[in-house]
């Protein structure tokens, strides 16, 4: 299994990037695509995720209406639209690969290496 996120980069505040993952080698059980991210210092945390199938979304509440995440035409691939950047949106941000649970979140097994993502003020 290997996942790799790109797109990172400096960005000044209330501009916008896109990162994308591409998936291979996925199990066939792995059916949801996650975004995490992990600020200087602080803990990570989860960003939203997108079933493969169907293509649900669901978003942390602090990214809500400034970041989308959706499917590429291209197999096993997705992208993680970030608009409105702040400077608290800066952190390394990490894809992952994982199984949806009746809970509706996420149960992530496979971890990309990560992008970094910095918003200047």
């Known amino acids: 299994v290997q996942l790799q996120a790109s797109g990172g980069g400096l960005v000044q505040a209330g501009g916008c990037l896109r990162l994308?993952?591409?998936?291979?080698?996925?199990?066939?059980?792995?059916?949801?695509m996650g975004w995490f991210r992990q600020a200087p210092g602080k803990d990570r945390e989860f960003v939203g995720h997108?079933?493969?199938?169907?293509?649900?979304?669901y978003y942390e509440e602090s990214v809500k209406g400034r970041f989308t995440i959706s499917r590429g035409n291209a197999k096993n691939v997705v992208y993680l639209q970030m608009n409105s950047l702040k400077p608290e949106d800066t952190a390394v941000y990490y894809c992952?690969?994982?199984?949806?649970?009746?809970?509706?979140?996420?149960?992530?097994?496979?971890w990309g290496q990560g992008t970094l993502v910095t918003v200047s003020s």
């Open positions: 992952a690969a994982g199984a949806l649970l009746p809970t509706g979140r996420g149960q992530y097994a496979y």
């Open positions: 994308s993952c591409a998936a291979s080698g996925l199990p066939f059980n792995m059916n949801v």
């Open positions: 997108i079933s493969w199938s169907g293509g649900s979304t």
